[in-house]
């Protein structure tokens, strides 16, 4: 099975600043996703990110909003940009096994509080 | 559009069976999977159903009908740890949507 770093953990941030997430996997990935899963609800997923082309955003989410890369097969970022307490919640990335077989595994999450 | 429906909140008794059911009106499927998520964890795989019936694994079990756009997940012999959120996920499309979950509370 994959595993999966993140970066940040934690992080507690002012509202209007940027902050920027790394996903790290060991070993290489065609899909990466990104999710958000705010206080007590489940995860929405934000957007795919696939190396060498552009992410693709769910409905209710944008690039300008969420920028993400993903410049090889075993690392991707995503940026939360001009942040508001609305922001707040925890950000998992994921990456797809096989499908069928272990399924997707996630990252350990990064917490996100904005003041 | 992607509709998942669960119970918001279980209460059973260590060493009973729990079943937790998922309705899903989505517009592809490829798949219906099982998460467990722990308090401030990130979601860990249980089970998945791609063809109609009943798969077990261990003390987990989960059963499918597409027909009916339903599945649940059983939980037999239940043990404090069992304590958690049940995300039930359908695949479609290469990509997973995930229903607000249902979270178990197993008491002595």
């Known amino acids: 099975s994959a595993v999966i770093s993140q970066k940040p953990s934690r992080d507690i941030c002012q509202r209007g600043t940027s902050l920027t997430i790394q996903c790290q996997v060991d070993?290489?990935?065609?899909?990466m996703f990104w999710y958000r899963q705010q206080p007590g609800q489940s995860l929405t997923l934000i957007a795919t990110?696939?190396?060498?082309?552009?992410?693709?955003?769910e409905s209710g989410f944008v690039i300008d909003k969420f920028p993400i890369s993903r410049p090889n097969l075993t690392f991707s970022t995503l940026t939360v940009s001009n942040m508001s307490p609305e922001d707040s919640s925890i950000y998992l990335c994921?990456?797809?096994?096989?499908?069928?077989?272990?399924?997707?595994?996630f990252g350990p999450g990064t917490r996100l509080t904005v003041l | 559009g992607q509709n998942i429906d669960q119970p918001t909140e279980m209460t059973a008794t260590e060493g009973a069976i729990v079943q937790i059911n998922c309705t899903y009106q989505?517009?592809?499927?490829?798949?219906l999977f099982w998460y467990q998520q722990h308090a401030g964890e990130a979601p860990t795989f249980l089970s998945y159903?791609?063809?109609?019936g009943l798969e077990e694994k261990g003390r987990f079990s989960s059963f499918l009908s597409r027909s009916k756009g339903y599945s649940y997940l059983l939980l037999k012999e239940l043990q404090m740890k069992d304590s958690a959120s049940y995300l039930c996920?359908?695949?479609?499309?290469?990509?997973?949507?995930f229903g607000s979950g249902t979270k178990l509370n197993v008491k002595p």
């Open positions: 996920a359908v695949y479609n499309f290469n990509k997973f949507y």
């Open positions: 070993s290489q990935v065609t899909m």
């Open positions: 159903n791609v063809l109609d």
């Open positions: 989505t517009s592809g499927f490829n798949g």
């Open positions: 994921s990456v797809e096994s096989k499908p069928f077989t272990d399924t997707q595994y």
């Open positions: 990110a696939n190396q060498g082309s552009e992410a693709t955003y």
